[in-house]
């Protein structure tokens, strides 16, 4: 399998509070993706990024910000935890934008009380 | 309009059983399709393309219908493991993302 680790895996925060999460991957692929998963909603994007320091927003990028200093690490952070952002966060990796699909990490469970 | 849509199911099949799901797509300019699996509480995985011409991946086969916007995939021979959910993936011409349907639910029964 593909090397793509999330951390944490689980989380319980406060409302108001930073969080953030961090995807690693050890394939050296250009893009890297976040998407929340709820029920009713499926996965959505929201934010990916296409190579180091580059970044995009994806359709859900209110509340959240990210950041790629280096190849490997992908981060999201949660600026100020809100209840809306209780979901189940996955991160994904693919060599290019579109011929090929993606592959995910095992992903992040975030509650927000 | 959503990008993806799909029927959430759930599909109750016996074991043996043929079984097939479709995914609907609003942008007729798409050009990447993608099959997932995923079992509960575990992230989605890979299962196959669509191609224009079909695909066939030993029990399951993947079909894109461009004129009437969808995919299917079929999946003949349930087995008990066949049992997830099944997610569509859509790519729009710019593809800079997926936009993914909210998933049909499978249980082979034995």
């Known amino acids: 399998d593909a090397g793509i680790t999330q951390s944490p895996r689980h989380k319980v925060t406060e409302t108001g509070t930073p969080v953030t999460l961090r995807c690693h991957q050890t394939?050296?692929?250009?893009?890297m993706y976040w998407y929340r998963q709820d029920p009713g909603h499926g996965l959505r994007l929201i934010h990916y990024s296409y190579g180091v320091k580059d970044t995009d927003k994806g359709e859900v990028s209110d509340g959240y910000s990210v950041s790629r200093s280096k190849t490997e690490d992908f981060l999201l952070t949660l600026e100020s935890a809100t209840s809306s952002q209780t979901s189940v966060y996955f991160c994904a990796i693919s060599v290019d934008r579109s011929s090929n699909g993606y592959t995910f990490g095992s992903g992040t469970r975030l509650t927000v009380v | 309009r959503k990008e993806v849509e799909q029927d959430p199911g759930p599909f109750n099949v016996p074991e043996g059983a043929t079984v097939a799901f479709n995914c609907t797509y609003s942008n007729s300019a798409s050009q990447s399709f993608f099959w997932y699996r995923q079992d509960c509480r575990k992230e989605p995985k890979l299962l196959m393309s669509v191609y224009s011409s079909g695909n066939e991946d030993g029990r399951f086969t993947a079909q894109l219908n461009r004129a009437s916007q969808y995919i299917s995939l079929l999946i003949r021979d349930s087995k008990l493991s066949d049992s997830a959910t099944y997610l569509c993936?859509?790519?729009?011409?710019?593809?800079?993302?997926?936009?993914f349907g909210t998933g049909t639910s499978l249980t082979v029964i034995p």
């Open positions: 993936a859509v790519s729009p011409n710019t593809g800079n993302q997926f936009y």
């Open positions: 394939e050296n692929h250009r893009y």
